[in-house]
């Protein structure tokens, strides 16, 4: 029974690695044409990486030439000129040039790179410029519920559902059942391996509940990334620059007497250079910190999926040089080599910010020993006999 129940996960990873292979090969016929060239390769896998106001899975071309997307509708709710409006996206019609236009309130809507527009009084279709920019149409604020809005949501409610029933089975018993089992070795991790050593004995239990909930929720959406759901959610600049501006209140707000006072005005040092260093300090405090925080996940997240999706292309680039079976295998085999890679890159990055928010928010609660008598370098010189017992 064992070994059924372990060849049908194998079969099932399997399946599931190889599914994004085949929703590129089923989105590569668009209109009768393969996506065979290096332009093209490069606007598919740039749409790819984009949020979206739909889910599709995979399209196909029918017999009658028409082109049919498989997947579903999301919530379009904008705010236009004669206040809130909503609709679903399928209104569109998976259209993304602004050629299809949404009459809803008397007001008439339309995509274009997937930014909706207002089209102006009086406008049956959408004029650009040489840019591709449209000139009769305002952006309006955007409050839907787009692909990666509905992949957060998705995740943290499986946290919530995870984290309430490993509590709940706390209450009753010693050992957590079933999935609980990979959730706990997992929090003591991050208890005793991030909180402990950056934040100290001291102060580590204010923070351990945010860098759970960092960690947990980076890795989740970083591993369903990988599924042939599509989600990007990690590779969106706003969603890392708000995780890395949530990080940055914790510690500003957080910051001790001593923390600030290093930062405005740095003890041991001469009087002239402590405005530069204040200076200095202040910009790797709200920016460089943040900005290294919200980049790197941002990048890496983003690297892998251009990668995969590249390698996956391949099967169609170097069709007519490797012939089918050729290309489809190369293709195949670095793309799930290049997978086991991510899976490991999902959990590297969601390790990374959580260390690197856990160090910060250490440097900022830190106490100082101001006990020490410092000679006018500013250095301590150690004692004879204390250098002797380091080595004893």
Not at 74 to 92: C, H, N, Q, R, Y
Not at 222 to 233: C, E, H, I, R, S
Not at 315 to 339: E, N, P, Q
Request: glycine content about 6%; proline content about 3%; overall charge negative.
């Amino acid at each position: 029974m064992k070994i059924v129940q372990q060849s049908f996960k194998c079969l099932a990873l399997a399946i599931l690695m190889f599914l994004p292979t085949s929703i590129f090969a089923n989105n590569a016929t668009q209109d009768g044409g393969q996506i065979n060239t290096k332009e093209k390769v490069d606007a598919y896998i740039q749409h790819h990486i984009k949020d979206s106001h739909d889910f599709t899975f995979f399209s196909y071309t029918n017999d009658a030439g028409e082109r049919k997307h498989v997947g579903f509708a999301l919530p379009v709710i904008i705010w236009s000129s004669e206040g809130l409006v909503t609709f679903m996206s399928s209104e569109f019609h998976h259209n993304d040039d602004g050629t299809v236009v949404v009459e809803k309130d008397g007001l008439k809507f339309v995509k274009s790179h997937s930014k909706i527009y207002e089209l102006e009084a009086g406008a049956k279709t959408v004029a650009f410029d040489e840019e591709h920019h449209v000139t009769n149409g305002k952006r309006l604020l955007d409050f839907s519920i787009t692909k990666s809005v509905f992949g957060i949501l998705l995740i943290s409610a499986l946290l919530f559902f995870w984290f309430f029933r490993l509590a709940k089975q706390y209450k009753k018993r010693q050992i957590p059942t079933g999935f609980g089992r990979i959730l706990e070795p997992l929090v003591i991790y991050v208890r005793d391996e991030i909180a402990k050593p950056n934040i100290g004995d001291k102060h580590y239990r204010r923070f351990t509940g945010y860098l759970l909930t960092v960690f947990f929720f980076i890795w989740f959406l970083n591993l369903a990334g990988l599924t042939p759901l599509g989600f990007n959610v990690t590779g969106q600049l706003a969603v890392t620059a708000c995780l890395a501006l949530f990080t940055l209140v914790i510690y500003a707000v957080s910051g001790n007497k001593d923390f600030w006072q290093h930062i405005l005005w740095m003890p041991g040092v001469p009087y002239l250079i402590r405005p530069v260093l204040a200076v200095i300090e202040l910009v790797g405090t709200f920016v460089i910190k943040p900005f290294s925080l919200l980049i790197r996940l941002f990048a890496n997240i983003s690297a892998g999926h251009v990668i995969v999706m590249s390698l996956i292309a391949i099967m169609f680039v170097l069709k007519d040089s490797l012939g089918v079976a050729g290309a489809t295998g190369l293709s195949f085999m670095l793309a799930v080599l290049i997978m086991f890679i991510e899976i490991l890159v999902a959990f590297l990055q969601a390790y990374i910010f959580t260390m690197l928010s856990a160090l910060f928010i250490g440097m900022a609660v830190a106490e100082h020993d101001h006990e020490h008598e410092h000679t006018a370098s500013g250095l301590e010189i150690p004692d004879e006999e204390d250098i002797r017992g380091d080595f004893v």
